[in-house]
């Protein structure tokens, strides 16, 4: 897998050099930069129609007409036979939860994977439920222009589920499993034609792959099961560790928001002939508008993508291959995952479709298209908008708490560093004792015990007796004096090497918080206490032994 992403991310050069202007900003991100070489828009710009759209269109998705998607959970894998149904296998969570079975029930990812209220079979009911909602049935399709599998609104074992009722969220799937169906997913990035146009369409494919999968792990890291609590909550750590660390990520997720904002964008003008019902909700026409008319054509500019003869081929492949992503999620074995799989790689391919399908110059074409969308294409696109809209806004609620947690950690630790510490204590200490060292140096003597050091017994200075004469004949007693000198300077010195032997963990302890304290103040630019004593040796008698 590592092999294969590296091999895709080498194509995605623009978005590595996008944001590492200031590597300590959260996500290394410059948000007043362009968000690719396909798009004239800015993260800020981005973040801006988001804050404008975000409530209207949770609205929008909540209502009876887009709540409601319809899949077949029972689908077998069409690429490998392994439907051994593995998220039910408690590994998958291995990485996340290291006593999975010591949690209640309702927390074993079987259950957190499981879809609530799923309808089963549509049966005739369903199939009046489902009149009334739209009062145009939309179950044609066009094979040729698709991007995806469609099987699965026609199929008699489909289920009726309700995406409300089931968020995306963590459900502890992961594992081989999941790593085999990412892996292959990201295989279908290998075009076979080469030339600039392969390569900007290469470039696409891989972002709206790689932001589909780091949009699902800013779902499940924002809302992530804290298993002491049992709450669902944002988990900032696994945030950075799988999206966060990576700028290319985040900057893909928005750029999957700008491709599907300007599909929506190209469909408003045709949107007139579609049959939104009003059933439960008034005015959902409205409420699409609403959002929708907020939206820019700068987003995105595909044309760039496909604009030649040869771009045609490029074409088939693209579609081709972006089908067989829609397919790869029967493989997906966590129910709820497979779900909003699901959704979503419907919703890229509706998008696809649109941007790619609908001829420029031929209004006729256009109309088409659109008219030839299924309802559950439609509920696809809008329910993808919506979870990159919630990506959105989740990285910047992440960016605040990223900002938040370092702004108190580093108070937290400024305060210990700097005020009435241990550290400002000591630096005291060294100052003083290099006052002392010094003024003892310039005065070419030494005087007095230094009290900081007390460690250190110097032998007392023997006053000259008053007329003492030094060239006299020394005596018996001379001798003597000299012998109990010389005995309690070998004591002393024997003492100082036993005491800083037994001191040395300490002293190294000392010197080695000493250094990071600079180190941690140089980091947060907070001024350095020691720099002020920056010519100040420390002595070396207390580290050398
Ligand atoms: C279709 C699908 C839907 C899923 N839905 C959910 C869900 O709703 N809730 C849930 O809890 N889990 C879900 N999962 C599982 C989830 O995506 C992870 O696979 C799982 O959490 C294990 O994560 P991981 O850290 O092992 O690496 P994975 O996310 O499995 O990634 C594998 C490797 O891909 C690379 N990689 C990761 N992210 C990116 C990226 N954005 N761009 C490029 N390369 C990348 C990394 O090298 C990583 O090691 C889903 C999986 C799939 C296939």
């Not at 590592?2 to 194509?11: A, D, M, P, Q």
């Not at 036979?81 to 998958?92: E, F, K, P, V």
């Not at 006593?99 to 005739?124: C, F, H, K, M, R």
Request: charged content about 30%; glycine content about 4%.
């Amino acid at each position: 897998l590592n092999s294969t992403l590296e091999e895709s991310s080498e194509t995605n050069v623009e978005t590595n050099t996008v944001f590492d202007k200031d590597p300590t900003n959260f996500c290394r991100m410059d948000k007043t930069e362009s968000i690719g070489s396909t798009c004239d828009v800015t993260f800020n710009e981005i973040n801006e129609v988001n804050k404008n759209i975000r409530s209207q269109l949770l609205s929008l998705v909540q209502s009876d007409f887009f709540k409601y998607f319809k899949l077949d959970l029972y689908k077998e894998c069409p690429f490998w036979s392994d439907n051994n149904g593995y998220c039910i296998n408690r590994a998958c969570a291995v990485d996340v939860v290291e006593d999975w079975d010591s949690l209640p029930e309702y927390w074993q990812p079987e259950v957190l994977g499981n879809i609530e209220n799923a309808t089963a079979d549509i049966n005739d009911d369903e199939c009046s439920f489902l009149d009334e909602l739209c009062d145009k049935p939309r179950f044609e399709t066009d094979n040729d222009i698709e991007y995806c599998d469609t099987n699965d609104f026609n199929s008699k074992h489909s289920v009726l589920v309700d995406l409300s009722a089931n968020p995306e969220r963590f459900t502890g799937y992961g594992g081989e499993q999941s790593s085999q169906i990412w892996s292959s997913i990201y295989r279908e990035n290998c075009f076979s034609q080469d030339g600039e146009n392969q390569c900007l369409a290469k470039d696409a494919f891989y972002r709206l792959i790689s932001g589909l999968h780091a949009s699902i792990g800013t779902h499940l890291s924002n809302e992530h099961l804290n298993t002491e609590t049992g709450k669902w909550e944002p988990n900032l750590e696994l945030f950075m560790t799988r999206v966060g660390n990576f700028p290319d990520r985040v900057s893909n997720i928005y750029f999957n928001f700008a491709v599907v904002a300007k599909a929506l964008w190209k469909i408003r003008p045709y949107m007139n002939e579609l049959g939104f019902c009003n059933a439960y909700n008034e005015d959902v026409k409205g409420m699409v508008d609403g959002v929708v008319s907020q939206l820019d054509s700068k987003v995105f500019n595909e044309d760039l993508l496909f604009h030649d003869e040869v771009s045609g081929q490029l074409k088939d492949d693209f579609r081709a291959r972006f089908k067989n992503v829609t397919k790869i999620m029967d493989c997906v074995q966590c129910d709820r995952c497979r779900l909003w799989g699901k959704v979503q790689t419907t919703g890229y391919a509706t998008s696809l479709k649109i941007l790619f399908e609908m001829d420029n110059n031929d209004d006729i074409t256009r109309q088409h298209v659109v008219d030839k969308l299924t309802k559950y294409e439609l509920i696809a696109l809008f329910n993808t908008f919506d979870r990159l809209s919630k990506s959105v806004e989740a990285i910047n609620r992440f960016e605040e708490l990223y900002n938040y947690q370092l702004k108190s950690a580093g108070e937290k630790l400024a305060s210990f560093f700097q005020l009435d510490n241990f550290f400002k204590v000591l630096n005291e200490k060294f100052k003083s004792v290099n006052h002392s060292i010094q003024e003892n140096k310039s005065d070419n003597k030494v005087e007095e015990k230094v009290s900081e050091f007390i460690d250190l017994k110097m032998p007392e200075k023997k006053e000259q007796t008053a007329g003492t004469e030094t060239e006299s004949v020394p005596n018996k007693g001379v001798f003597k004096e000299a012998w109990e000198v010389e005995w309690q300077n070998f004591k002393d010195a024997l003492w100082f090497i036993v005491t800083s032997y037994k001191r040395l963990p300490s002293t190294i302890n000392r010197y080695t918080v000493l250094k990071l304290n600079k180190l941690w103040n140089k980091f947060v630019g907070v001024p350095n206490y020691l720099d002020e004593g920056e010519d100040l040796e420390i002595p070396s008698h207390n580290f050398e032994q």
